[in-house]
Each structure stands twice: as structure tokens, then as C-alpha cells.
């Protein structure tokens, strides 16, 4: 089994990897990290792209930290574009069985006019799709 990590380089999602941990310690499955800059045309967007790629590797090598920290080896990939389509494409290269993402950290009503990556990769991905959700404090 080989697993997608989809590292959201938006907000800190430990809960995410924890998650790839288990699936791993319970599977042996491989993993690959990947985190999208999430930015399609640098000359609309506020910031430059340096600024989002450095969030993007921020992701990813955090993620990678904590696989790394539970014994797991991976490797780490952070691409330019769209989240979804950038990681559908990684997704395929890679000859995923499984991505796993996050939950959407945006609002709903910027869901529902911006798109939830997790909700186009479940539509779109063509392979199964785990969609983690923050764990309820209790």
C-alpha cells in the first residue's frame, strides 16, 4: 500500500499525520508527503509566490518531522498550482492507493464559493480518499 499525505501548507494539521501513522503501523504502507502553494497566477495574488512556497515547504517538512519522529521513512514533494489538481496529479505519479487529507480549514460560505480541496479530491481523485477531521477535545 502507498499512501499521499496531502500536507496543508494553509494551518498546522498534526492530526492529519497522526493519522498517516497508524495507517502505516497497522499496514506497512510507504508513504510520500506533498504540499501545494496553492497559487495559480502570481501576478492576482497578494503576496509573492516565494512567500506561499516557504508555507508549502513549511507543511511538508513538518509532516515529514513527525512521520520521521514515529520510525516512518518518506519522502517530501512541494509543487506550484492548485492544491487539488496538484495533488490528484502527484496522486497518480506516485500509484497511490490511498490520499489522505485534512478537513477544509476555511469557513463554510468560503468553501462554497472557493472550493474545499478535500471535497474536489473526493470527487475528482479517482482512488480513495481519507479526509481527517480535527478530533473533538473531550
Excluded: C
Excluded at 50 to 64: H, I, L, N, P
Excluded at 84 to 102: C, N, T
Amino acid at each position: 500500500m502507498h499512501i499521499v499525505l496531502a500536507a496543508n501548507p494553509e494551518a498546522e494539521q498534526p492530526w492529519v499525520t497522526d493519522a498517516v501513522i497508524d495507517l502505516v503501523q497497522q499496514t506497512g504502507a510507504s508513504v510520500a508527503v506533498v504540499a501545494v502553494d496553492e497559487l495559480e497566477a502570481e501576478y492576482l495574488a497578494p503576496m509573492p509566490r516565494s512567500v506561499y512556497a516557504e508555507r508549502a515547504e513549511q507543511a511538508a517538512e513538518a509532516a515529514v518531522a513527525r512521520l520521521t519522529a514515529a520510525g516512518i521513512e518518506t519522502t517530501r514533494t512541494v509543487l506550484p498550482g492548485r492544491a487539488a489538481e496538484q495533488i490528484i496529479r502527484f496522486a497518480g505519479e506516485q500509484r497511490a492507493d490511498l490520499i489522505v487529507a485534512g478537513s477544509s480549514v476555511r469557513p463554510l460560505v468560503a468553501q462554497r464559493l472557493l472550493g474545499s480541496v478535500p471535497l474536489t479530491l473526493i470527487q475528482k481523485a479517482g482512488r480513495p480518499v481519507l479526509v481527517v477531521t480535527r478530533p473533538v477535545s473531550g
